[in-house]
Nanobody, 115 residues
Framework: QVQLVESGGGLVQAGGSLRLSCAAS????????MGWYRQAPGKQRELVAG???????TYADSVKGRFTISRDNDKNTVYLQMNSLKPEDTAVYYC?????????WGQGTQVTVSS
């Protein structure tokens, strides 16, 4: 079993920055893909950014140039640096990891951007 614990959410003014972290623990030999999703009220959950074990990165068009995903394989941790935040970035952000053929989710962390 794998547990994902996110941290770093909060309230920030438009134009500000936040850094999210997600640490994986449990029975882990290696982690394949890791990523961040978000879900705003009344909307479907969407991919924000993903990173493979080999370092291939994908971003949603809406966050390109503002968000940066990275991972520390030694710590089984993935990060999301969010700059130039906009009110439309307000959502619950979920960490996701694909481990040994199963996909795991964190509990989510709220990010609120005020205008």
């Amino acid at each position: 079993q794998v547990q994902l614990v996110e941290s770093g959410g909060g309230l920030v003014q438009a134009g500000g920055s936040l850094r999210l972290s997600c640490a994986a623990s449990g029975t882990i030999v290696s982690i394949n893909d890791m990523g961040w999703y978000r879900q705003a009220p009344g909307k479907q959950r969407e991919l924000v950014a993903g990173i493979t074990s080999g370092g291939i990165i994908t971003y949603a068009d809406s966050v390109k140039g503002r968000f940066t995903i990275s991972r520390d394989n030694d710590k089984n941790t993935v990060y999301l640096q969010m700059n130039s935040l906009k009110p439309e970035d307000t959502a619950v952000y979920y960490c996701n990891a694909y481990v040994a053929g199963s996909r795991y989710w964190g509990q989510g962390t709220q990010v609120t951007v005020s205008s």
